[in-house]
């Protein structure tokens, strides 16, 4: 069961036919009420709980070294999805989100900061370099996240991952010849929960994938364009 919002209760006291000395009695009384129920009776509001994903980052077993120096931008995210609300769809053309949830960034900062730690853990590249770097490097990967978030089948839910992926070669002159790789990956995690705990988790599963799909088709992209090897 998704959780719904809760909306207080109209604490306002209906007017009453009272002589003047009681009606400012009662207007004071009204309005302490009404600042109770604006306030939810003195309670704090609900904690808004973080969530990211975990995986382990991929392994590299066989995959040739290349010496080059990789940036990944900060990736994009398509303006439906751009928001750390924890989004998930039920019926077509609409969206929802799971109340007092948010991941703790948006999409596009998502995908692409654990592409940085992955491609540095495997270390088949001389440096990875994040946007902020103003180092330079040869090659670029840049991307758009399309789609993030949960799609509901009954009673269970599963993520949804669409990405975008752009490789450049910032050496190599003309759009044709800088552009080595433009692929898109599109992504289902398992079936969990609905809720914001299992979307999480299924994300983290598809976000697994992603990670090690891109790995490759980078790895092998960026070794052929150093040693002209098809």
Known sequence: MKAER????????????????AALATACLAALVLTGCLTGGGEPP????????????PGAVGLEPTGAVIKVDRFLTSPA??????LYRTE?????????????????????????RDLRVVELFRAVLPARSMDPARFRLAGEVEEFLEVD????GAARLVVQIMLWDDDAEGIAGSLL????YSLSGPERSQTAEGLAASMSKAMGELSARVLRDVHRAVLEARTGRH
């Not at 809760?6 to 000395?21: E, H, Q, T």
């Open 6 to 21: 809760n909306l207080a209760p109209s604490c306002v006291p209906k007017p009453l036919l009272v002589p003047a000395a």
């Open 46 to 57: 609900p904690e808004i709980r973080h969530h990211v994903v975990e995986y382990e980052p």
């Open 92 to 116: 077509p053309y609409e969206r929802r989100s799971y109340n007092y949830h948010r991941w703790l960034a948006d999409p596009g900062q998502i995908v692409s900061s654990y592409l940085v």
């Open 181 to 184: 790789m433009q692929s898109r």
């Open 153 to 156: 089948s009954d009673d269970r």
């Open 81 to 86: 999805y751009d928001t750390p609300e924890m």
